[in-house]
């Protein structure tokens, strides 16, 4: 309630209000607008990107130093530098590479036996777990995964070189600075 008034004034004001109508959107979004549902980023295990100075372009637009995570969009023709959930810039990909070499094994009939045997005993830990009441195990792989940035120089003045990898995609991003 407010402070300091008494519930019958402020009911007779038609601009106040002393409860929230009904329903509530807190920042002006609406549910699932936002920009981590609007991209559908599906992991949130993406390499982490820190910046030590502030960045800002020439139209005045600033990406605050701090920690934050690096994805490429399903597409692969942008990079989102996203903090806390939220896509704070949106870069593009002037560079992609694909590595092809692993996927002959992991389509190998040997590979797929050899899978779905971990999977089976997997499965069967973790039924042993249930009953003793332990938390059951994931077989998430540990993906290898990297971010950096650098800033180069050229005759029509500097920009910063973003490096995005993750397992076996590699993409470059540029943001003129």
Do not use: C
């Not at 300091?4 to 004001?13: I, L, R, S, T, W």
């Not at 005993?121 to 995964?145: C, F, M, V």
């Not at 500097?158 to 076996?168: A, C, V, W």
Request: aromatic letters at 8%.
């Amino acid at each position: 309630m407010l402070e300091g008034a008494f519930f019958e004034n402020v009911m007779m004001h038609s601009e106040t209000r002393a409860y929230p109508q009904y329903p509530t959107t807190t920042s002006g979004l609406v549910l699932g607008t936002d920009s981590i549902y609007r991209y559908g980023l599906r992991e949130s295990t993406y390499p982490t990107l820190s910046l030590v100075d502030k960045i800002e372009d020439e139209y005045g637009n600033t990406i605050e130093a701090g920690h934050y995570e690096l994805a490429l969009t399903d597409e692969k023709e942008h990079l989102l530098l996203i903090q806390s959930k939220v896509v704070i810039a949106v870069i593009p990909v002037i560079q992609v590479e694909i590595d092809t070499s692993k996927e002959e094994q992991v389509h190998d009939k040997k590979s797929l036996k050899r899978q779905l045997k971990e999977e089976k005993e997997i499965a069967k830990t973790n039924k042993k777990r249930e009953k003793t009441g332990l938390p059951p195990i994931n077989n998430d792989h540990d993906i290898y995964q990297e971010a950096s940035i650098e800033y180069k120089t050229d005759s029509n003045g500097g920009y910063y070189l973003i490096r995005y990898e993750r397992g076996d995609v590699k993409a470059w991003g540029a943001i003129k600075g």
